[in-house]
């Protein structure tokens, strides 16, 4: 039972235009919900976060918005640049479970 | 500022061998938890502690066995190494109490079975 899914695996933008990751969860119990940028070979990068209570957060170029009656929440990346090229993955938590997407391989053409 | 440090970052052994990693988080961090990736596939969970407590279990082999110490370092134990073993394995931690707790992850430690 996947509780978390990202049912892109592969995104596609070009320099500078928006990059939009989307994430649908199946768990009400989730109240708090990350995304994660990660390289070959790393570990997962925190990126943003949001809760529950809020249906936006900004951080610079990343915004998360967050639609909890479709169990769903997107991330916006603008203006999209080379380095965003990564797998993103999003998380959800709750009760101290921390469940991932499979994850988008996000690639930023010049 | 600290972040979570995982140790060794590479580790080669053969099959049925014993092989230990251990994870140090962020300090003031009481939840620490352990993560599986292998080639291709998404992260796997594999474990979690609250203050030195299995506080979660995941698809962790019978294998395996891990535990958190009282400087709230951990450990995970892996014996009988098979070559499906191989894989990154990275560990995340926490301060927990409440919503919206920030989870950082560690570089991780790369285990290859030969």
């Known amino acids: ?110 | 500022a600290a972040g979570v440090i995982q140790s060794p970052r590479h580790l080669i052994k053969e099959k049925r061998e014993t092989a230990t990693l251990k994870c140090y988080p962020i300090p003031r961090h009481d939840t620490v938890y352990w993560y599986q990736q292998g080639p291709g596939q998404d992260p796997q969970f594999l474990i979690s502690f609250y203050e030195k407590m299995q506080s979660d279990k995941g698809s962790i082999p019978d294998r395996f066995s891990a535990q958190q110490f009282s400087d709230y370092h951990s450990e995970l134990n892996m014996s009988s190494l098979e070559l499906g073993d191989s894989a990154l394995y990275f560990c995340a931690s926490s301060l927990a109490g409440g919503v919206g707790n920030t989870i950082y992850f560690g570089e991780g430690s790369w285990l290859t079975v030969v």
């Open chain 1, 1 to 110: 039972d996947q509780q978390v899914k990202q049912n892109s695996p592969s995104l596609s933008v070009q320099e500078g235009r928006i990059s939009i990751l989307n994430c649908d969860y199946t768990n009400s119990m989730f109240d708090y919900f990350l995304w994660y940028k990660k390289y070959p070979a790393e570990g997962p990068t925190f990126l943003i976060s949001i809760s529950s209570i809020k249906d936006k957060n900004e951080d610079g170029r990343f915004t998360v918005f967050l639609n909890k009656s479709a169990k769903h929440l997107s991330l916006h990346i603008v203006p999209s640049q080379p380095g965003d090229s990564a797998v993103y993955f999003c998380a959800s938590e709750g009760a101290q479970k921390l469940v991932f997407g499979q994850g988008t391989r996000l690639t930023i053409n010049p």
